[in-house]
């Protein structure tokens, strides 16, 4: 089968990188048909499953939220980005030893919405999964390495049929060459949301908004989403 013809699982939440992923999926690699996958697992806003909505419909792709809510409750107090827990610190509150694992992790959730993705995959007779970790530039998750995508990649090999791939194109990328990506392929970042509150408009200041704004300082560009304070950094 010619790798225009493969069908490819996408999981999108309406961020930055898996925006950029899908469009890359869809026009660069040329998959069909695309299916995205987003989540609501009880994180504290739906900004970003807004966007994801958005961006499905400007690629021309089937989509599918999937109700997690249930982790919310289930996880409550593990995360900033869940109800229950503290509030979200900014980027520049955090210190050195936080850096690697900061309070906005959620326990395990990627483990989870990836084996739902590969789960979903099998039984729509698709081999692939694009996942869009990402290498962070100022802080960093376990669950978004290429050491965690490969020991996942053996776990999959164990089935005993066609096993599912997971894919994670981006994850040696620094986010401002993932902006440059999207940038050529004429992605429209207006209709994407990073920001961890999730308020009106962007904070500017937790960890997710300021990489944001230094991807696109280093990108020379200009983000055409409204910040509450824009980073200085």
């Not at 039984?123 to 050491?147: I, N």
Request: glycine content about 6%.
């Amino acid at each position: 089968m010619s790798e225009t013809a493969q069908s490819a699982v996408v999981l999108l939440s309406g961020g930055l990188d898996s925006t950029v992923l899908l469009h890359h999926v869809v026009r660069t690699l040329g998959r069909a048909p695309v299916h995205a996958l987003s989540y609501r697992y009880g994180q504290r806003h739906s900004r970003e499953l807004e966007c994801a909505a958005w961006q499905t419909k400007a690629a021309g792709v089937a989509h599918c939220i999937i109700d997690l809510s249930f982790l919310g409750e289930l996880l409550k107090g593990g995360s900033a980005l869940l109800p229950g827990a503290t509030a979200v610190p900014d980027l520049k509150d955090l210190a050195e030893a936080q850096l690697d694992q900061p309070p906005t992790y959620v326990p395990h959730r990627n483990m989870m919405l990836l084996s739902i993705a590969c789960a979903y995959a099998e039984a729509h007779a698709s081999r692939d999964v694009f996942y869009g970790a990402q290498a962070l530039d100022e802080y960093g998750y376990w669950d978004c390495t290429a050491e965690f995508v490969g020991r996942l990649n053996r776990v999959l090999s164990l089935n005993r049929r066609e096993a599912v791939i997971v894919h994670a194109p981006f994850v040696k990328l620094k986010k401002a060459e993932t902006l440059a990506l999207g940038l050529r392929l004429g992605v429209d970042f207006s209709h994407t949301w990073s920001c961890y509150r999730g308020e009106d408009v962007a904070c500017g200041a937790c960890p997710t908004c300021v990489e944001r704004l230094n991807a696109f300082r280093a990108a020379d560009a200009t983000d055409p989403i409204p910040y509450r304070v824009p980073s200085e950094k």
